[in-house]
């Protein structure tokens, strides 16, 4: 782990008994998605402020306690959860990933005023009102991290689909606002990594059949190298940062307070960082403090759509 401080003390983990009527693939679903939401809310606190300044302040930082740059209420979310939220929702509306309907969805989201909203973002969406191509131009400039931020609705409506099916999904939702190889690299490589431990793959394994082929492919992504502290927005430092944290930890609060306490686009490395080990580890290992601190009508959003989208997948 690359974060310092002193020891913190733990609280016991919350123990669920699944409703009866939720399988176990729901049940680790519903983790994915709350994970996604805590990690955007802790990290939010943190964002763009680099480790050194993080120490100053909170020593180590590990509650959702709101502030930041945006200025959040403690609980609150960002756009990483919401643009998910959007896109999960025009996913069960025409009951599978579709271009338009994911670009009519994020342009309602941008008409509705988020809390934050990535230049790219705005810039293709602002390009699709006026065109209404829901496929932005293909651009190397364009590798940020806002479409691999929110895949997992993607992932979990195509659970169980083939790979060809899944990636493209992928890319049909990315390329609204994101048309960039690395992009759709990161975004692939983190469904994948998802449906993978929703089967109940270990960790081991999925490095070895998803991260190692990425770094093949594209070795800018290689992060097991120096520590990745302070990550940009560029979709490769994102993903450098998450990995980095999610193979040298074991539970999922350790994951998520390396990943923030690295600073820089917190609320973004947290929201996939707790994507993954939400996935991996399931709710119980997620600490109770986390779960009633995050918003509570966020937090059951993301539990309902995530029992709707794994439906939707069967």
């Known amino acids: 782990m690359f974060w310092s401080g002193e020891l913190i003390a733990r609280t016991a983990p919350i123990r669920h008994r699944p409703p009866a009527e939720r399988s176990p693939l729901a049940e680790r679903a519903v983790a994915a998605y709350v994970g996604l939401a805590i ?33 959040l209420k403690a ?36 008409r509705g005023k988020p809390v934050d909203i990535g230049n790219t973002v705005r810039r293709n969406l602002v390009t699709f009102r006026k065109t209404g191509q829901p496929e932005a131009p293909a651009s190397e400039h364009d590798a940020g991290n806002g479409a691999a931020m929110r895949v997992l609705p993607v992932a979990l409506a195509c659970h ?21 190889a690395l992009s759709d690299a ?39 190298q120096k520590p990745r502290e302070n990550p940009s927005g560029f979709v490769v430092e994102t993903l450098q940062a998450v990995f980095q944290s999610f193979f040298a930890t074991e539970s999922f609060e350790d994951c998520l307070i ?44 993301c539990e309902k759509q995530a029992e709707a989208l794994i439906a939707l997948s069967s």
Not at 75 to 89: C, F, K, N, P
Not at 196 to 220: C, N, Q, S, Y
């Open 39 to 71: 990690g955007d809310a802790l990290g939010a606190t943190v964002e763009f402020m680099t480790p050194r300044e993080i120490r100053a302040q909170y020593g180590t930082h590990t509650e959702i306690s709101g502030g930041g740059w945006l200025r």
């Open 75 to 110: 609980g609150q979310v960002t756009d990483d959860t919401t643009m998910a939220l959007a896109l999960g929702e025009a996913i069960l509306a025409r009951g599978h990933v579709d271009a338009q309907a994911a670009a009519e969805a994020f342009d309602a989201w941008m």
């Open 160 to 180: 169980g689909q083939p790979p060809d099916a899944t990636a493209a999904a992928s890319r049909a939702q990315a390329h609204v606002t994101h048309n960039n």
């Open 186 to 224: 990161a975004c692939e490589t983190l469904i994948f990594m998802v449906q993978d431990f929703l089967a109940g793959k270990d960790a081991l394994t999925v490095e070895a059949e998803r991260v190692i082929p990425l770094v093949e492919r594209f070795p800018v992504f290689a992060w097991d």
């Open 258 to 301: 390396d990943v923030v306490n690295r600073g820089g686009d917190a609320d973004t490395t947290g929201a996939i960082a707790g994507m993954l080990a939400g996935a991996r580890y399931g709710l119980a290992d997620i600490p109770r403090r986390w779960l009633r601190g995050v918003d509570e009508l966020t937090r059951v959003r």
